[in-house]
């Protein structure tokens, strides 16, 4: 019924930048939240960024200041914005639109 697209990962390197949109569509009028989770080898999925239909925004600690969560209300597309990236950073990053998971997308941190 609803699909949840991401895309924009790939291989960086450290202190480098990259940009992830999440795209939502099917029979859907429109989204709620819609957020950001990573999960790396060996470890839990844990909760990056998240964005309130009205635009209000959090974020995990350890992404603070680095990371920005935006969206397009009328595209019902998601991003993520990632600077300054550190190797801790590498994971499969999903993207949670409304009650919807993606499939997941690989960010690689790497020199």
């Known amino acids: 019924q609803v699909q949840v697209v991401e895309s924009g990962g790939g291989l960086v390197q450290p202190g480098g930048s990259l940009r992830l949109s999440c795209a939502a569509s099917?029979?859907?009028?429109?989204?709620?939240?819609m957020g950001w989770y990573r999960q790396a080898p060996g470890k839990q999925r844990e909760f990056v960024a998240r964005?309130?239909?009205?635009?209000?925004?959090n974020y995990a600690n350890s992404v603070k200041g680095r990371f920005t969560i935006s969206r397009d209300n009328a595209k019902n597309t998601g991003y993520l914005q990632m600077n300054s990236l550190k190797a801790e950073d590498s994971a499969v990053y999903f993207c949670l639109a409304g009650r919807w998971w993606g499939q997941g997308t690989q960010v690689t941190v790497s020199s």
């Open positions: 964005i309130g239909s009205g635009g209000n925004t």
């Open positions: 099917g029979t859907i009028g429109s989204i709620s939240d």
